[in-house]
């Protein structure tokens, strides 16, 4: 994974952050994330980020979870074992209602907090960047890519004026990698390679 | 022409003023400190019982089913009566995080956490009863239906207690699922401020990497919505499936399909009466009064006598049912049986806890009262328990063959196993309270704004602003 720059804003107030999120993009900004405490209704919408498609990924796995239990079912009473129960019928399917309901919900559950898990790639053991560890408190932290191009200072003093009560720099791995929250976070002892070099 | 809009404010659902730093120092504080003295004694008592129910459990175990009091006339006793009535607990908990979340309503934010995690612990209760009851608990999992080497065997999807396996798993399952997606950012925070290593890497590793990134949080509120759609039905299918059990059988005084609703009705009862009791407790051991407010007790005591007057109603419809249909069975069940017969004690109990002293929260005075809301919650879980002993042993004791007829006393080891899962119960929810957070820190800072004591006098000082201003307009409109 490479190790980036970035010139990190924390701000005390949400009130302040998204005028301020709206004034980075306006002067061209390369914003890499905003991290909250808590969700931040419209925020997303503030950053352009696209809607999540998690709803259609636990519709997909319901509908998978109601095809599993009938057609299993079906199966097993009508062509495997069509066994006669008190002279019910082989296929009654008013009976297969309680259980094809609960595995819709169970196979669309399940999978969607996979899903989730997946994409926003959080697991046992996963350890990310944390630019602030108050960003868990009650710091809302932006955090901008460094490029050649950007003149820090100047990034520096725009998003003082933005409203940010405390600017630095900060080297960090992206992407992430697996690793313990209790040990050294060793991107900061390493040596970073000049960013025009 | 005067016309002004005046907006009752609603009560603040986080007293004090409070800003984000301070909601996390409030509710994190209690797990980063040594537990109290209450919480020792509370928990030892908790693993003396659990320790008590072990043994009973290894006593049936080892001698057989028979050394519960269950005869050929009664053969479901206390077991299902305990089990429906777990299982009943455990609702109030997806009710108040799903049912309310997607009502929007706010006043849900204090105590989903604890009730979530009551629903979690009331189903794991739940489930050992039916599996205990098997007798031989080695071949529980012959209730799964799997491709098996014992020749085409499957297990009958027709079976109401099969369906109550499928219920009870995904119930349990996805309350987990529900309850541990939002714990992620709140372990996040006590991560972030940890002192010690070892509590770094235990929430480190709870936490799963969570960082609150606006993505992340945006993907968690969907996960969060769809969850709560899903779990709305699940909360009601799960009851309804729980009283199919008896509801398809032949039985006098099961056979009705008044059931799903009225056990559903129940089992919210019962349920935020047993929120009411523990977050009663939790809030007065750890200072969390700012948070779980008056206004939140009030909010689940009107709940609590909405379902207690369905369940009343319910009561009334059954006796009616059996007079109205003129079946001889029927009748003789509810009326001389139920309401008269040797276990009538049990049957007036029922009525007097869950449909007499219920009506107490018409009143606002009683609504808000902390001691009246916490006797309540007590008379109103042993109504409940009582309901169910009602619903199956007295249906079952007159059976329809005068010469089985029987009476029925409990055993020490089914009075053990009920009192060991109170043990286990009760030892969960005080690991709970000791190592996670009790209430949802993010969800409250997310109220905060909205509904805090700040924005109320800030809302207050508007409307006087407003109103001078208005005041002063029309004198100089004259």
New interface residues.
Partial sequence: MAVKKFVVGNFEDEAVLFPAVKKVRTAGYKIHDVYTPFPVHGLDHALGLRETSLHTAGFIYGITGTTTALSCMSWIFTTDWPLNIGGKPHLPLPAFIPITFELTVLFSAVGMVLTFCYLCQLAPFVKKHIFNPRQTDDKFVMAIELTEKTNVEELKNFLTAAGAKDVHEQTAETGWWLGRFDRDDMVFNKPVAPLNA | MHLKYESTLREPLVDGVK???QV?EDIIRPIEAKPGKLWYVGFFISLTLLGFGAFSVFWQIYFGVGVWNLNKTIGWGWDITNFVWWVGIGHAGTLISAILLLFRQGWRTGVNRAAEAMTIFAVMCAGQFPIIHMGRVWMAFFIL?YPNTRG???V???S?L??DV??I??YF??SL??WY?GL??DF??I????KT??R??L?????????????????????SL??AG??T??VL?VHT?VS?DFATSVIPGWHTTIFPPYFVAGAIFSGFAMVQTLLIITRKILNLEDYITIGHMEAMNKVIVLTGSIVGCAYLTELFMAWYSAVPYEFDTFYKFRAAGPLGWSYWIMMTCNVISPQVFWFTKMRRNVMVTFVMSIIVNIGMWFERFVIICTSLYRDYIPSSWSYYTPSWPEVGFYLGTFGLFFTCYFLFAKYFPVIAV??I??VL?TSGENYKNEMVKYEEESAEKFAHDVAHAH
């Avoid at chain 2, 991560?191 to 940890?194: G, K, Q, Y």
């Fill in positions: 800003d984000y730093h996390t239906p085409p065997v499957w009958n999807f027709n109401p099969l369906w499928f219920a798993s995904t399952t996805v699922l529900f997606s992620l950012p996040a925070t991560r972030d401020r940890a290593k070892l770094k890497l929430y480190g590793i709870a936490s799963f990497g969570w960082t609150g990134s606006t993505k992340h949080w945006q993907r968690h509120e969907a996960l769809v969850l899903l779990s039905p699940l299918s499936i199919f993010a969800e800072k997310h704004k």
